[in-house]
């Protein structure tokens, strides 16, 4: 074996061990001087809440279950192209998530195997 290869695990495992020494050096100055609180520190005063503000009316919640929507395009067996919305979202989620289980079924697996 060259010498040369012998001498490249060695400077390897030399060169961790010097970071290693580094980042140790670097946490025990760190912890020793680092940021210390000054003595006669005290935290800001905490900002009260005023209830002059308007807050936003609440909708009420539909009632039911939620109608999932279809995606605009069929890319690879998969629908995409859901709207920007919360029924949107849980739509596509559905959509994603029943591909992404279908592997898990034993007639899928069977079938892409034969």
């Known amino acids: 074996m060259n010498p040369r ?6 400077l390897l495992t030399g060169l961790a061990v010097l970071v290693l020494a580094a980042v140790a050096i670097g946490l025990v100055i760190e912890t020793a ?3 210390n609180p000054k003595p006669g520190f005290s935290p ?8 002059d503000t308007p807050t936003p009316p ?6 039911g279950p939620m109608q999932l929507l279809q995606g605009q395009d069929l890319v690879n067996g998969v629908y995409a192209g859901y709207p920007h ?6 739509s596509a989620a559905a959509e994603y998530l029943t591909q992404i289980g279908s592997t898990l079924d034993p007639a899928v697996i069977s079938a892409a195997l034969r």
């Open 5 to 10: 290869y012998r001498r490249l695990p060695l």
């Open 33 to 35: 001087f680092g940021s």
């Open 44 to 51: 800001p005063a905490p900002i009260p809440i005023t209830t």
């Open 58 to 63: 609440r909708h009420a919640a539909p009632s």
């Open 85 to 90: 919305s919360t029924r949107g979202a849980v």
